[in-house]
């Protein structure tokens, strides 16, 4: 059994709803600058998270990392609290910072940093829709 990095990854999903509006802007420039993202109603996605983690491959498992515990830290650290949640109005992380798809990989990082044993955190990517999506890699 090879004792090389290995990067796996792993997929969760949750549902959220989120708004894009600066409270300095008038509401024309918030509609100009994000469209009809800047209703504060709010609108929805079927979010797609995948998160990437490094390590070397234990030569009795053959797992970089024990898959049960990282499926259950994304479930209490991510899933559980983005999931049907207002983003804007229910996470206190979006309270102060605008939810975009760029952000939400930053703060999932935050949530996870730290928390996977045996592993390293290589990647955050969050879908937010098929054709739309944000990596990121950690403070460079």
Not at 92 to 121: C, H
């Amino acid at each position: 059994m090879s004792t090389n990095q290995v990067l796996l990854t792993r997929r969760a999903e949750f549902s959220a709803s989120h708004y894009y509006y600066v409270e300095g802007w008038t509401p024309e420039e918030n509609r100009r600058v994000f469209g009809k993202c800047a209703n504060k109603q709010g609108h929805g996605h079927n979010y797609m998270l995948e998160v990437t983690v490094t390590g070397k491959v234990d030569q009795m498992t053959g797992f970089v990392v024990d898959l049960k515990a990282l499926k259950e830290i994304l479930e209490n650290e991510v899933v559980s609290v983005y999931d049907h949640r207002h983003l804007n109005l229910e996470v206190p992380e979006f309270k102060t910072m605008m939810p975009t798809t760029e952000n939400i990989a930053v703060a999932i990082w935050k949530r996870l940093e730290g928390k996977i044993s045996g592993a390293t955190l290589q990647r955050v990517r969050v879908y937010e829709m098929q054709d739309l999506f944000a990596d990121y890699y950690g403070e460079l």
